[in-house]
């Protein structure tokens, strides 16, 4: 291997040579700014992380895992998972790959960071060696891996159902550039690099075209031209990179040391939620997800288009889009990158002012705890318990039935868990709210708190702190009645769909709970889409100006999902999703809780007990 | 030979448009899936302004029928379209040709288990407007106690709500609740009743009256104000929170009975047989009248007539007159003029 042009430059690297630089100092810019943005705590809990071995490890293992490999789309679609880390991974072996050749063969060169990428170019091959062949079979093999999965992604464009997805975003104007850019890169590499096959050498792809183009264009003339062609798109699609959704490559690597370090988004617009807003690829898996897409006018609330009029700015939509969602968390479960759409969502909604503030400061937590106190063991119904009593009886059934010494707390009156105004934005409000419940229950002197609604579980499990007292959601704990041997209960053939409410679920991580405390006394059958994927019961206190028309076909398609076990009837456990199942099932819907009481007896010992 | 008519459900509607089809010359066959005439009319104690017992009138018009084709618990498998008319099949295996069919199907009461706030079969002094009546009616109700202190009503459960699925006024619940509180005044005098109510719909003869009478004779106590929330003490009495909206104050009351005045709502089963035979559907789920001043008993297709709560929420007059017109209509249709 020889330098071919003894200068070691061409004109024609100058476009990608612009694009290149200008997209770094774009990311440089970028990842100053955030950090600025940060607030102080969380930037040096973020540099701390960065070295810390244990996140370190675990930040190079998530960006080859999800940057490079996509494993969370293979997980979804092979042949998309396939499409995507094809690309990605291809694509860094090649730059890789290319450094390599220029340290092996021209280490004099490793200062031109345009060496590696047009490399063939510059180069004679003058003898071969099998390092060189191995290096060029490698180079040929990732360029043509990446070619399949540039043709994937066209047959994607006119046939996005072969790769497991319904619908896909409308591309902008820039991501239609930056798409039809990097859809030319790669043809026009190849092109290049076999147009100087019989100088620079090449392998089993590039030396054959040469070949074949040599039949019938004779002389050396087109190679210039391609690789200015090849230079020119790389420089266009590092110029529109910062301005398309292509800008996820760089953010993500960025989100991921970002959310490992434990941040958590704390303004609307700056920081950790520009990072995420720059992470969202634009793939658009989360609108077949969204439950709000069976109404056709709510497509485009879905979190890919929040995040676009975020970067554009537009307020209108922006508001809309935040207000409209149920947040009930799909989204960012069925993201590839994990962009927190429901966080950004409440804190948009933080933004706004409003002119009545409520006021609790005439609320005694202390003096209303203490009126129900007493009991080791406190039951907190929560608001929608009380709305929807059969559960709260069905619980406090149990309880005695197990002869625990417990309080209904909040029978007669208590306080919200202050989720409401929370998923609202009104985070000041909600807070307020949260540390006069935190009075009232240490008043209790309860030392178990029970909690049957996964709304309030969710607020008690992320902002509450009660740190002497084990805060638990009725099915953990019945469960571990009934392994005490406390609660006996008996096995019905009764066939029930389970379905995950959103906050037990995706908001608690309960998943398997609730099946196995299920499976116990009836048997289950799935729905179609379950667990993390389960479908929002369209009844969420998240949405502030969904209609009860969307509300209600929302409703309709997550029963269809459920119906679609052949259950008898359907279990859940929130009394949010049961209100609103019950209000257009076709069978009946109960509560765990309910389900558990009519199979349970208590145990003879208990009696003597009490 | 008399012709066929036939008469889709045995309530008053029905009764009352085979009495007049029967005076006409017709034959009308009525097709009931209960095993009794009536439909909820029969279920019924008494009824306002008069107060005149129910069971007259069903009693009345079962006489006036007896000459009438009566199926009890049949249902319809089928309806089939003729170049001029039906061929109508039942469960029993009957086939009626026709060339006029009364649809009067009547309404089903809103199911009070669906608003689990106000605690309808779980909470055991809960009971609705229709099991008030059967208890008045001599029916045996363990969830009405025998010395009730406080007795509460709560106005449009299921209707005017869109939450429940239906927007529309079941228009006869408010005078109904008027007319349960001063009969359970006058069963119970020492206890206090209290009416929830969103507004008060008295549009009929003599209706105020009774409004007036409920407060100035009986101390009936009407409360602005929708109940929030239905609670139980430890004695197993009822807690009832509700605002009252005139005084802007969240109340709670302790009560003995709640009576939930279960709205008047479209039965989807008929909906979903009226499509079969391409019958329009109103966005209520009623079934679609032709037009809704001067066609409220013909619908979209020729030969086949309405009469009473198929096509909306109506009182007993209304139905009783609905169906004396459907009766003419379709003996007018059947002339052919």
């Not at chain 1, 969904?546 to 459920?562: K, V």
């Not at chain 2, 105020?208 to 929330?229: H, K, L, M, P, T």
Request: glycine share 8%; hydrophobic share 40%; proline share 4%.
């Amino acid at each position: 291997m020889i330098d071919r042009i003894p200068s070691g430059f061409h004109p024609f690297v100058l476009p990608f040579l612009a694009g290149m630089i200008f997209v770094l100092s774009y990311c440089v810019y970028g990842i100053i700014k955030i950090l600025v943005q940060l607030p102080g705590e969380d930037r040096r809990r973020f540099y701390l992380s960065l070295v810390t071995p244990k996140t370190v490890l675990k930040n190079i293992r998530d960006i080859f895992c999800d940057c490079l490999f996509h494993v969370k789309l293979w997980k979804r679609n092979r042949l998309l998972g396939y499409m995507h880390s094809s690309i990605a991974f291809g694509w860094f072996m090649l730059i890789v790959l290319g450094h390599v050749e220029v340290i092996l063969f021209l280490p004099h060169r490793i200062r031109l960071f345009y060496y590696p990428i047009f490399f063939n170019y510059f180069v004679a091959e003058t003898d071969s060696t099998i390092q060189g062949s191995l290096l060029f079979f490698l180079m040929d093999f990732f360029l043509l891996v990446v070619l399949s999965g540039i043709v994937l992604a066209m047959v994607k464009r006119v046939r996005s159902r072969l790769f497991g997805m319904r619908r896909t975003a409308r591309p902008s104007l820039t991501n239609q550039i930056g798409l039809y850019c990097l859809w030319a890169i790669f043809p026009l590499r190849l092109l290049a690099e076999s147009f100087t096959a019989h100088i620079s050498g090449g392998s089993f792809l590039t030396v054959p075209a040469n070949w074949v183009f040599r039949q019938f264009l004779g002389n050396d003339l087109n190679m210039l031209p391609t690789w200015w062609a090849y230079s020119i798109v790389l420089g266009v699609f590092m110029v529109v990179l910062p301005f398309s959704r292509y800008m996820h490559i760089p953010a993500e690597m960025m989100l991921i040391p970002m959310r490992n370090a434990g941040l958590k988004i704390r303004n609307a617009r700056k920081g950790f939620a520009r990072v995420q807003v720059y992470s969202c690829p634009n793939c658009g898996v989360c609108i077949d997800a969204c439950p709000m897409s069976v109404n056709k006018a709510n497509i485009k609330d879905c979190t890919v288009y929040l995040t676009r009029q975020l970067r554009r700015g537009n307020e209108r939509r922006i508001t809309e889009i935040s207000d409209k969602c149920l947040l009930c968390g799909k989204c960012q479960a069925v993201c590839q990158v994990g962009v927190d759409g429901p966080g950004i969502r409440i804190l948009n909604r933080a933004e706004r002012n409003y002119a009545l503030k409520p006021d609790y400061s005439s609320i005694d937590g202390t003096a209303i705890g203490r009126a129900s106190a007493g009991g080791r063991v406190a039951y907190y119904g929560g608001c929608m318990t009380q709305l929807v009593p059969s559960i709260g009886r069905s619980v406090t059934s149990l309880l005695e039935k197990a002869g625990i010494d417990y309080r209904w707390i909040d029978r007669d009156g208590g306080i919200c868990c202050g989720r409401p105004m929370w998923t609202a934005g009104r985070l000041k409000e909600a807070e307020e709210i949260v540390r006069k419940n935190e009075e009232l229950i240490r008043a209790t002197g309860a030392v178990t708190l029970v909690v049957s609604c996964p709304i309030c579980y969710r607020m008690f499990r992320e902002s509450y702190h009660l740190p002497d007292i084990e805060v638990v959601h009725y099915v953990p704990y019945i469960q571990a009645l009934i392994a005490e041997g406390k609660l006996q209960v008996e096995h019905d053939d009764i066939c029930y769909a389970y379905h995950d409410p959103c906050e037990l679920g995706r908001g608690c991580q309960l998943y398997e709970e609730p099946r196995q405390l299920l499976s116990q006394v009836v048997r289950l059958s799935e729905a179609e889409k379950n667990r993390a994927e389960s479908v929002c019961c369209g009844g969420s206190l998240g949405s502030l100006s969904l209609s009860f028309a969307q509300r209600e076909n929302m409703t309709r398609a997550a029963l269809e999902n459920l119906y679609h076990s052949k259950a008898d009837a359907i279990a859940t456990a929130c009394p949010l999703c049961q209100a609103t199942f019950s209000r257009y099932a076709d069978r009946p819907v109960r509560d765990i809780a309910e389900i558990v009481d009519l199979h349970a007896k208590a145990n003879k010992q208990n009696k003597q007990a009490i | 030979m008399k012709e066929n008519v036939v008469i889709i459900g045995g309530g008053i509607a029905g009764m009352e448009a085979a009495r007049q089809l029967l005076l006409l010359g017709y034959t009308p066959i009525i097709v009931e899936k209960k095993d009794h005439l009536g439909g909820h009319v029969a279920r019924w104690h008494k009824l306002f302004p008069d107060m005149a017992p129910a069971g007259d009138l069903v009693r009345r018009l079962s006489e006036a029928i007896s000459e009438a084709n009566i199926f009890l618990e049949t249902r319809i498998t089928s309806i089939n379209r003729l170049s001029n008319g039906y061929v109508v099949m039942l469960s029993n295996g009957v086939s009626i040709p026709c060339r006029a069919v009364l649809g009067a199907s009547g309404f089903r009461l809103f199911d009070a288990s669906k608003k689990e706030e106000y605690g309808y079969g779980v909470y055991n002094h809960v009971i609705t407007n229709s099991d008030l009546e059967a208890w008045f009616n001599g029916a045996e109700d363990p969830r009405i106690v025998a010395d009730p202190k406080a007795v509460g009503f709560v106005h449009c459960v299921g209707s005017r709500d869109l939450k429940a699925g239906n927007s529309q006024c079941s228009k006869v619940c408010c005078m109904t609740a008027v007319k349960q509180a001063i009969e359970l005044k006058e069963r119970f005098p020492d206890a206090r009743i209290y009416c929830f109510y969103m507004d008060l719909r008295l549009f009929g003869k003599k209706y105020e009256d009774f409004y007036i009478n409920a407060q100035q004779e009986y101390g009936i106590q009407f409360i602005r104000g929708r109940v929030s929330e239905v609670g139980e003490t430890a004695e197993e009495r009822l807690q009832v929170k509700a605002e009252d909206t005139l005084s802007g104050k969240p109340l709670k009351v302790q009560l003995d009975l709640l009576v939930l005045m279960s709205g008047m709502v479209c039965n989807p089963e008929v909906a979903e047989f009226a499509r079969t035979i391409r019958l329009d559907v109103d966005s209520d789920g009623f079934l679609k009248s032709l037009d809704n001043v001067g066609g409220i008993n013909r619908s979209n297709q020729p030969g086949f007539f309405y009469a009473g709560a198929c096509t909306g929420t109506k009182t007993v007059p209304e139905t009783l007159a609905e169906a004396r017109a459907a009766a003419l209509d379709i003996h007018r249709y059947l002339l052919g003029k």
